[in-house]
């Protein structure tokens, strides 16, 4: 795959400089990953406006951050506090003063550093004026948003990867199962199947607790004529899948084949509906108004969907307050759901690309409605 990290930070010293800084300090992991290619949980990175850049870890990853950024930035291994080497180190990008952090991912005991310590006067320097330190917003997952196809590629493999498992564990899937025992299986699934990770816990709701919509898999043993809400994700080189699939044990009661059927009259039209361009609010109405016409409209609470990247849960939305259009090049989840508390709920889930002439559809396990004897 070719190596896109120099463009990224190249788009990224645009942005920085549309903003009127003169660099950025990344604290969030993904964004750090996107932006350089180190995947550690321990770490800093600065990018200037004029293309530099720095990454600062410990000493747990000094051959994995030297294996993964190589010659993109500098690599600082600091043995003691991060922050320090920051210090240390950011003065030599000259021409540095307003400067940018994200405000959606620094804790505020690390604001108070930017306030307290990062100034020349602090690590031995003259005095002269510290840091501006100015609040930002969303600047490197406004990059993000735009899938490049080494990216999409491997989200296709994580949601190949999702369907093999799913396929596997429900062959196996019998009445009496505890709904912790069937994600147990799914997940040796999903890692011998060859996700790296699993993106967010698993969920596995049976009966009256599928009508929770992000239920915490219980001791609960399934039933026959219970719905089995499974809804899980894979990932592939640091990317996720995000899929869901409700089938019955046992066949389906007349009500429980109608409720689903207008799930997935609303997923199959939200999949081939939606497109780059549209705004988020007007993607979540075209399943939310399918199945408000049906007589469920109360019963879909949640949005339609959201991004899906290095993150599960990513720019853009697709929601009924989400003004922001939908990028050409994203990948968006395609969720609807109806719950009714006590009786249960479906939901099924797919990974949608939004390319510049419509929808490619990422998971391929089948839609309808499967039933476990």
């Known amino acids: 795959m070719a190596d896109r990290r120099p463009a990224r930070i190249a788009a990224l010293a645009d942005v920085i400089a549309r903003a009127g800084l003169d660099g950025l300090l990344l604290t969030s992991a993904p964004n750090i990953r996107y932006i350089t290619g180190f995947s550690g949980s321990s770490g ?13 870890t410990d000493f747990r990853y000094q051959t994995q951050a030297a294996d993964e950024v190589g010659d993109l930035a500098r690599v600082i291994i600091e043995s003691q506090s991060l922050w320090s080497a920051l210090w240390q180190h950011l003065p030599s990008l000259a021409y540095v003063e307003v400067v940018g952090f994200e405000s959606a991912h620094l804790l505020h005991r690390d604001f108070q550093r930017l306030l307290d310590g990062a100034g020349p006067a602090a690590v031995g320097g003259s005095g002269a004026t510290r840091w501006q330190w100015r609040p930002t917003v969303d600047l490197v997952e406004g990059l993000r948003e735009r899938k490049d196809a080494d990216e999409l590629a491997r989200i296709r493999d994580a949601a190949d ?50 009508a929770l919509p992000h239920a915490a898999t219980s001791r609960r043993a399934v039933a026959r004529g219970d719905f089995l809400l499974l809804d899980f994700g894979a990932s592939v080189g640091g990317y996720c899948s995000d899929v869901t699939r409700t089938v019955t044990i046992g ?20 999949t081939a509906q939606v497109r780059a361009g549209m705004r988020g609010r007007d ?57 009714r508390p006590g009786w249960g709920g479906v939901r099924i889930e797919d990974d949608v690309h939004l390319d510049a002439t419509g929808t490619d559809v990422l ?6 409605l499967l039933v476990i004897d």
């Open 44 to 56: 800093l990175a600065f990018v200037s406006v004029r293309g530099e850049a720095l990454v600062v």
């Open 161 to 210: 990867v999702a369907g093999r498992a799913l396929a596997r564990t429900l062959a196996d899937v019998r009445a009496g199962q505890t709904e912790l025992a069937i994600a147990g299986m799914l997940e040796r699934a999903l890692r011998e199947e060859g996700s790296e990770a699993f993106p967010f816990p698993t969920i596995v709701a049976s009966g009256p607790r599928s």
């Open 251 to 270: 066949p389906p009661d007349g009500e429980q084949r109608e409720v689903y059927e207008v799930v997935r009259g609303a997923n199959e039209l939200a």
């Open 283 to 339: 993607a979540d109405a075209v399943a939310r108004e399918y199945i408000d016409r049906r007589g469920y409209g109360e019963a879909f609470g949640h949005s339609l969907g959201h991004g899906l990247g290095l993150e599960v849960h990513e720019a853009p939305r697709l929601s009924r307050t989400a003004d922001a259009v939908l990028a050409a090049g994203a990948v968006v989840t395609i969720e609807p759901g109806i719950y």
């Open 363 to 368: 998971t391929r396990f089948p839609r309808d």
